[in-house]
């Protein structure tokens, strides 16, 4: 013959009951009205749960991830394999971490006696929600930083580009030596190369008889001065279009003046020169804002699938929450 279970332990209605019979009933009105329906004890460790999940397996990923990659070329996965795998694992993370700690708040939380069954089932949602909120605000920081770092890497291969131009002009001012090292030093020293009549400079001459002839003397060497003017005035005109007649001739003279060439060849070799430059900036612009736009899109697409791993996230944790509730009552 089954013996009828007579404890009142678990079963509210028992408590409920022994407590009238002893006269407790008002005691447990108040008891409960005064009590929150937030057990913020099982809410924080939750989330400390959930917090201390994602930090392993975001070091688990970040290992797996580095791993998985190459600076060689056709090597490891491509770009577009490394996002989706990203986007796969930071949603894994979600799931994993943000279930555990909705089942510990939910498991955890206190036994409510008055409360209706629909009743338990919210606040066992809303424990598992509050749980991932507070876990998402510890690891936010963390996030941030991730996306910034994406970010931040598009934009400073464009500064590099861009930061490489603009000292340009001091490395042209500043000296020879630092003129060669920059991009545009190139250009300047492409000027004063030695020309076909290497080592000499056309000059006129008399003759003994009165008469003017073509005379050679020795090149002189080019020296800071004339290599700053020369990039000063092509710094101060790349951006604008072509370079004035006048600059073209006095260039043209500086660079007749150390090199072999005569005056009209200085001035064509300044004229190429100064377009080749033009063309070099203009490929540089361009790598600059393909690089901002691609880091544009890396942020624009993280932040979007960050925001859908979060939701399910959240629906997660306040799943496992009522499951946690669920078998806290049984």
Excluded at 60 to 79: C, R, Y
Excluded at 135 to 161: E, N, R
């Amino acid at each position: 013959m089954a013996i009828p279970n007579t404890s009142v332990v678990g079963n509210p209605r028992r408590e409920r009951a022994q407590a009238d019979a002893y006269g407790m009933g008002d005691d447990m009105d108040t008891a409960s009205a005064c009590a929150s329906a937030v057990s913020w004890g099982a809410v924080f460790a939750g989330a400390v749960g959930a917090a201390a999940l994602s930090l392993i397996l975001l070091m688990l990923g970040t290992g797996l991830g580095l791993s998985s990659v190459s600076p060689w070329a056709h090597e490891g996965i491509s770009k577009t394999a490394f996002g989706v795998t990203t986007i796969a694992w930071v949603t894994f993370t979600q799931i994993v971490a943000s279930g555990l700690g909705g089942y510990l708040a939910g498991r955890l939380r206190t036994k409510w006696l008055d409360a209706q069954r629909d009743e338990v089932y919210f606040r066992d949602t809303a424990h598992g929600f509050l749980s991932w909120a507070v876990s998402s605000l510890v690891t936010a920081a963390l996030l941030t930083s991730v996306i910034g770092s994406i970010t931040h890497s598009g934009l400073q291969a464009g500064a590099a580009v861009a930061g490489g131009i603009a000292s340009t002009a001091a490395a042209a001012e500043a000296a020879q030596s630092d003129t060669s090292t920059a991009p545009m030093g190139y250009f300047i020293d492409a000027l004063f190369r030695q020309g076909a009549t290497e080592g000499t400079t056309a000059e006129i001459i008399e003759s003994p008889d009165g008469r003017e002839m073509p005379g050679r003397m020795p090149a002189t060497p080019a020296l800071p001065a004339p290599l700053a003017e020369a990039g000063r005035i092509f710094m101060t005109h790349l951006h604008k279009g072509a370079l004035p007649a006048q600059d073209v001739r006095h260039v043209g003279q500086l660079v007749a003046q150390h090199t072999g060439l005569s005056q009209q060849d200085a001035e064509q070799r300044v004229s190429e020169t100064y377009a080749r430059a033009q063309v070099s900036v203009r490929e540089a612009q361009e790598a600059m804002g393909q690089a901002a736009d691609a880091a544009r899109k890396t942020s624009a697409y993280a932040a979007l699938w960050l925001f859908i791993a979060l939701l399910i996230g959240a629906f997660v944790a306040s799943l496992a929450a009522t499951v946690g509730g669920r078998q806290r009552d049984a």
